[in-house]
């Protein structure tokens, strides 16, 4: 199933249960738009079709979808923007930046948008989150998903973010949701068990200047939140202890699992234990 590497790694970090789990099939997630639906009526029109949703306890407005007669992303409801289809952990990283009302908030990596739109919905039309990704053709995603969630507090640029310094801004708050290797993502990309050592390095030799490059950016006393879809401590514990030697601080996260390598504060998500992605969050304090 995973590669050489991958299963040697996973061997030497994690019980079986927490290897097996990686790959097995989840159930989907939505978040309610609160912008332009109450959390009830959105509810109540769902399971009127015979949608089964179960509130998520540890999120604000996010629910499992564990019956649905049709496919999610073809209701007229999805297309209103009255939700959008998004992992657990993915909105967990953003109600851990937690902005707050009137705030400047830098998005480094955004398209397609998953998080920018909730970044967005918690501004409630104040303040602006600035969206920056380099991909072309991911930023057609994030334009549109800006439009159907209809948030007018976004401004997108298509920019390498290792420049965020070139647009003269300080931010209150910074997400790093990093370009990484996406292993907590096998169960809906199967391709990322195959990932191999250089793949891993490819990947923090970009996360690395991308961390440095955000707290740049940021203000005295604002907060960053690095976070990825890996399940390796090389793109994660070990690309945030490299703030840490410099003097960076770390906020405790609430939910989630320990961090590895005795990180306090940071947390991981497994889908053998919270039914989401794998992922990591940390929130560091400038
Ligand atoms: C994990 S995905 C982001 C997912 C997004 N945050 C969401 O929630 O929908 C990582 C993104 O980083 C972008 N990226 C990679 N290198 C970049 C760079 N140097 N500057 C800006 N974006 C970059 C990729 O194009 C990709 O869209």
Request: glycine content about 10%; proline content about 5%.
């Amino acid at each position: 199933m995973f590669s050489g590497f991958l299963q040697k790694r996973y061997d030497e970090l994690f019980d079986e249960a927490t290897i097996k789990g990686l790959s097995k099939p989840l159930l989907q997630a939505i978040r309610v738009n609160t912008q332009k639906i109450p959390e009830r009526e959105l509810v109540r029109r769902l399971s009127k079709k015979g949608v089964s949703l179960l509130k998520i306890p540890w999120l604000s407005c996010g629910y499992f979808v564990k019956k649905a007669p049709f496919s999610m992303g073809a209701t007229p409801e999805y297309l209103l923007g009255h939700y959008f289809i998004q992992d657990p952990a993915s909105q967990y990283a953003c109600e851990a930046l937690g902005p707050k009302k009137g705030e400047m908030v830098l998005d480094m990596a955004a398209a397609p948008g998953g998080k920018t739109t909730y970044l967005a919905q918690i501004l409630k039309e104040s303040g602006a989150v600035v969206s920056l990704d380099i991909n072309k053709d991911r930023m057609k995603a994030l334009t549109s998903n800006i439009e159907r969630m209809g948030l007018s507090n976004v401004v997108t640029i298509r920019m390498n973010a290792l420049d965020a310094g070139s647009l003269g801004i300080k931010f209150d708050r910074v997400l790093l949701d990093a370009p990484c290797t996406g292993t907590g993502t096998v169960h809906k990309n199967p391709e990322a068990a195959k990932k191999k050592a250089s793949d891993v390095s490819n990947c923090t030799a970009l996360q690395k200047p991308l961390l440095e490059a955000g707290l740049t950016v940021l203000k005295k006393g604002g907060t960053l939140v690095y976070s990825t879809c890996s399940v390796l401590p090389e793109e994660n514990e070990q690309i945030v202890s490299g703030a840490l030697k410099r003097g960076f601080g770390l906020k405790n996260i609430e939910h989630g699992a320990p961090a590895l390598n005795d990180m306090k504060g940071a947390k991981r998500f497994y889908p053998s234990v919270h039914g989401t992605q794998g992922f990591f969050v940390a929130k560091i304090q400038r």
